[in-house]
């Protein structure tokens, strides 16, 4: 008889096979009330690769990234995590999966009462507690270097700008080592020098890491350079799921129209 | 909460009697849907309630929030319940002298004193005061919390919300709320012993042991120790109206708001069933 701990082995060997999918999210469908924001997507990341999701302005790409942290409940479908739905998992349950991944919220969602480093030393004081505080200070500092935050660490959120904000919220998001990683619009509001670091940031990481990442970008030219695939959310629906050249050779009208113009 | 109460213009002037019964049921609907409101208020404040419970006995403590918390609770109430307290101790010494000496009963002074503010006073303005104080405090701050996402993200990083944020907000007021009455009373006995010795000079040593005559812990500790039942009450209902607030600054106010009115109105009912409580079980 094969246990939950065979299932969850196997799982794992497939995985670096590259044979199981880390995400994959199965006919997903949302409503707000009689708003209809996910009609039915499903879309799968293996390891070590990067999805970039695009689409417009409240096509509910935000919505999809929470749903599959769990933060926001889906009305029907699946969001397999490592194997595992996660779709109406008890929250201290859902816990032990959201330790394995990193999440940057589309405003940074800092804590405004802690400092830039505090922030970012957040989920080790509480995942960590073998750290010794320097070990946890070298950490932060590690971290905020990757970003390109190292001298703002004394910092409180509200003294700093909206991109700055963000790339704390990014190292926050990297400080447990995730092996998943869902970005809400990385590169938004940063120059093109920041926002190229970034990108070789993410690149690093995937590199080095072999993470699965979900990445919402308006930045088409970011999605070309981080992305292996990407997917153009539209009503609901995925309109077309490829990589990049994939996108470039589609006549869906919309598609072309949205390359044209971005 | 949902309301239901749109009033529907006739086209044409309806009889009298047409007229009459559209109001009335509008206004049943409108209390159908301020019943049903209030059920499902109650509803979900109870599984609120139940979240917090399964989190806060289940480890990891949060001990460390928890103590920043029972700072927070006293620091920030310390100063108010003092010159409440003070306050109330000055009223019902003047009302007591009046109406004492036209009953020619003023040797009741100290007795009186003593246990309108432990067994009646103290307790109850603790805790509006503390309603207000903490609950707004707490309603607030949760709720800016939640407006921005920052729930959210301790929930991302794999951090109950429940029991980081709700669970020690809420044991931090049971144990707060005791100690911040025996505060109250204490200052309500002192300056209301110094409102009379204005008047008429009586040393506090023999205010003190005429007024705890006869006296046992029955007396006092329950009326002092429900408190903690208030604190539950504050805290609680404070956690929740935060942790459920949508709608940006305006969601905020209202959190704000509705968790001192809520909370003060629920410390008051309490009191009521609390009162006659501990009169049959200590009687
Ligand atoms: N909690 C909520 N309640 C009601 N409606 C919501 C909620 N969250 C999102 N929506 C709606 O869902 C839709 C999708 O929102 P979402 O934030 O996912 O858009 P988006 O694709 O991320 O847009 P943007 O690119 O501007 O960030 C919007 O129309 C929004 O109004
Ligand atoms: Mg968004």
């Known amino acids: 008889m094969a246990t939950a701990y065979d299932i969850a082995i196997k799982q794992e060997q497939s995985e670096k096979d590259g044979i199981a999918p880390v995400i994959a999210v199965e006919n997903l469908r949302k409503t707000f009330g009689s708003h209809m924001v996910l009609n039915g997507i499903s879309l799968s990341v293996n390891r070590g690769e990067t999805l970039a999701v695009l689409g417009r302005s409240g096509t509910g790409k935000s919505v999809l990234l929470r749903i599959i942290i769990g933060l926001e409940t889906p009305d029907s479908g699946s969001v397999c995590i490592h194997g595992q739905n996660i779709v109406g998992l008890a929250i201290d349950r859902m816990g032990e999966i959201r330790k394995k991944m990193g999440f940057l919220f589309q405003h940074a969602a800092l804590y405004d009462s802690l400092t830039v480093a505090e922030n970012v030393a957040f989920p080790l004081v509480h995942h960590r507690k073998e750290m010794s505080r320097s070990e946890r200070g070298e950490r932060v500092n590690q971290l905020l270097a990757e970003v390109g935050m190292k001298g703002d660490f004394g910092k409180m959120p509200s003294d700093i700008s909206g991109g700055m904000q963000k790339r704390v919220g990014l190292a926050r998001a990297l400080a447990l080592e995730p092996e998943i990683l869902l970005l809400d619009e990385p590169t938004a509001g940063l120059d093109p020098i920041s926002s190229g670091e970034i990108d070789d940031l993410i690149l690093k990481l995937q590199r080095e890491r072999k993470m699965a990442s979900v990445v919402v970008t308006h930045d088409l030219h970011s999605a070309k350079t981080i992305a292996n695939r990407l997917a153009l959310l539209d009503q609901g629906n995925v309109v077309i799921e490829g990589t990049f050249e994939d996108l470039q050779q589609s006549n869906i009208g919309f598609v072309e129209d949205f390359l044209k113009l971005s | 909460m949902s309301n239901s109460g749109s009033i529907a213009v006739p086209a044409i002037n309806p009889p009298h009697s047409g007229r009459r019964t559209e109001l009335l049921s509008t206004a049943a609907n409108s209390a159908a849907?301020?019943?049903?409101?209030?059920?499902?208020?109650?509803?979900?404040?109870?599984?609120?309630?139940?979240?917090?419970?399964?989190?806060?006995?289940?480890?990891?403590?949060?001990?460390?929030?928890?103590?920043?918390?029972?700072?927070?609770?006293?620091?920030?109430?310390?100063?108010?319940?003092?010159?409440?307290?003070?306050?109330?101790?000055?009223?019902?010494?003047?009302?007591?002298?009046?109406?004492?000496?036209?009953?020619?009963?003023?040797?009741?002074?100290?007795?009186?004193?003593?246990?309108?503010?432990?067994?009646?006073?103290?307790?109850?303005?603790?805790?509006?005061?503390?309603?207000?104080?903490?609950?707004?405090?707490i309603g607030a701050e949760l709720a800016s919390m939640k407006v921005t996402e920052q729930i959210d993200a301790i929930e991302a990083s794999a951090i109950n919300p429940y029991r980081l944020l709700a669970a020690t907000r809420i044991l931090a007021c049971i144990l707060m709320l005791p100690l911040l009455t025996l505060v109250s009373d204490a200052c309500g006995l002192l300056m209301g012993w110094f409102a009379q010795t204005l008047v008429e000079p009586l040393s506090f040593h023999q205010f003190i042991q005429d007024g705890f005559k006869g006296a046992t812990f029955n007396t006092f500790l329950p009326q002092t120790f429900k408190t903690a039942v208030y604190g539950l009450i504050i805290g609680l209902i404070a956690s929740f109206q935060g942790m459920r607030t949508r709608g940006g600054a305006e969601g905020v106010g209202r959190a704000a708001t509705n968790s001192v009115v809520l909370a003060s109105l629920f410390v008051i009912l309490a009191d009521v069933v609390l009162v006659k409580f501990i009169l049959v079980v200590f009687p």
Do not use: C
């Open chain 2, 33 to 137: 849907g301020l019943v049903e409101g209030f059920f499902e208020w109650f509803g979900n404040l109870g599984i609120f309630f139940w979240q917090v419970l399964r989190a806060a006995v289940t480890p990891p403590y949060e001990w460390r929030e928890l103590i920043r918390q029972l700072d927070e609770v006293g620091s920030k109430s310390f100063p108010v319940v003092v010159m409440a307290g003070s306050a109330i101790g000055v009223i019902i010494s003047l009302e007591a002298r009046y109406s004492l000496s036209r009953f020619g009963a003023k040797s009741m002074f100290p007795a009186t004193l003593v246990y309108s503010v432990i067994q009646v006073m103290g307790p109850i303005i603790t805790g509006l005061v503390v309603s207000g104080r903490v609950g707004a405090g």
